[in-house]
């Protein structure tokens, strides 16, 4: 029995894998892995469609056809091998499985099964190594930049990104979340996850032998770049000039910075009437750059980065702690050796260019 290969496909490898991405949903790493952007670009050639959360089926889909019991197996044999994590023998399957089902498509199809020998071998080194790193928002940008080099030179390995607010990660890290790098925007989420500094850690460590302080950071006064306040200090907040702030949550580092250098300055009681507070410090930036709040206090580089005008920079005799990035492999990575790699990148040269030209001194 033939049926369409339309149906085929939806009734199978559709639901398939919207099962797999529902029980790894916390682990799309792991699918990113066995499906990289190369072999889903590969397979959407071959098959004249694209794979972007959704298939697409062009119209010369439906006039071929495939043998269901043949696609059935293929999605028993698939999930088994997915179940025991053989990613190299699913790529396999898959390439023979795509040169069989073409191969009775028709002349249109003699190119491919001319190119039949080689696919498997294509496939087989397009595999490349997942580093999850978690990290501050603030570093949005220049791992950004960083990304684009280091995979440029390691073409073998993804980086991975994660952002958001330093507490937010870290709780995620001690939920079970997949992760090999962790850099926070203060101490004190690295400290609670460091089984040298707590007494009684959870399950989800690092390993304190990697711990590094690798950025040094600065919390500044900022508003619009096109304010025509006359806002030039701290103090300014609890005055007339203005009337609304704009801080990050006590449960991160910036709002934690924050709430320490206004209690310094004795003004934090009295400005609580105009203070809107954020889940993270990009969330700040953002209001103050769309003129939501008059100021609002953010690290240098965020300033720097979404373009607003620094009106003032807090000093060691305002802010007594200082604005420390650590960084930490997790104990329970399973890419140590090249999620070293790239931490050593990070203190290298070329990363150092990046880091300094938004703002950020690189801890020597």
Known sequence: MEISFKGVILTNITCLFENEMLNYRRKTSKIRAIFS??????????????VKGEILWPSVLKRTKLAVD????????????????????????????????????????????????????????????????????SLTETLDKIKAIYEEENKNVSLVYTFDSSGTLKTQIEEGAKCDLFISAAQKQIDSLDPSVKTEPGKYIIDPDSRINLLENKVTLAIPNNSQKEISDFKDLNTDKVEKIAL??????????????????????????????GSNVKEVTTWISEGVVDAGIVYKTDAYSAGL???????????KTPVIYPAAILDNSEVKEE??????????????????????????
Not at 106 to 125: F, H, I, R, W
């Open 70 to 137: 043949t696609v059935v197996l293929l999605s028993k044999i698939t999930v088994f091998l997915l179940e025991e994590n053989m990613r190299r023998r699913v790529l396999v399957l898959m390439a023979l499985f795509m040169v069989f089902s073409l191969s009775g498509c028709g002349k249109s199809n003699e190119n491919v099964k001319k190119q039949d020998s080689n696919v498997v071998e294509d496939l087989e080194n397009s595999e490349k190594t997942d580093i999850v790193v978690f990290s501050a928002t």
């Open 309 to 319: 005008k620094v009106v003032f920079e807090a000093d060691e005799s305002l802010l």
């Open 248 to 277: 990050g949550n006590s449960d991160v580092p910036v709002g934690q910075y924050s709430e320490e250098l206004l209690k310094n300055l004795g003004i934090w009681d009295s400005i609580q009437d105009k203070v809107t507070y």
């Open 37 to 50: 952007k190369g072999i889903y670009e590969l397979i959407a050639e071959a098959f004249s469609l694209r």
């Open 339 to 364: 999620t070293e790699k790239f931490l050593e990148f990070l203190k290298g040269e070329k990363a150092r260019e990046i880091f300094e030209e938004v703002g950020f001194k690189v801890v020597d």
